[in-house]
């Protein structure tokens, strides 16, 4: 990213990082720790961190679950003014007690997605109204992306309409 034409927002500066923790549901102990707009390369990179000593449930159950190690990932997430939008995470890992080393699941993607569940829900709903070649390009990801999420929840991709000659 360019440092001319990035602008670095940081949390105390800025009210946009509550819109965007209500949008995405980031709750204690995660948080937005910057946001960065490259207005030329139209992205939007949302940073998202935790304190140090956090700990975090277990799906089993088991709350309080301290962190073993950390995976990063990056989610795409909904356009902002037109503007490529990704989530930014070093992912823990926590140690169950009863479970071994499991992943943290993040709130605002279904797991193994590497879309926000808002970024899913618009493709889908644009889908239902153009093939997935034109979705794709609307969202800015790949068609294969598209289809593997149409066929992930299930959904018939439409098709082109045939040309008509007619009025040529
Ligand atoms: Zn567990």
Redesign the pocket.
Known sequence: MDPLTAKVLKPELNPLFLTFETIYRIEFPLYIKEIKFDEEARKVDIFIEYHKKATFP?????TG?KIHSRVPRVWRGLDIANCQARLHLEVPRIK?????V?TYHAPWAREHSHFSRLFEERALFLAEYMPPSKVALFVGVNESQILRLLEQRGKTPKRLSPKSDEGA
């Open positions: 277990c799906a089993c159950g088991q679950q169950c007690a009863n479970c071994g499991k």
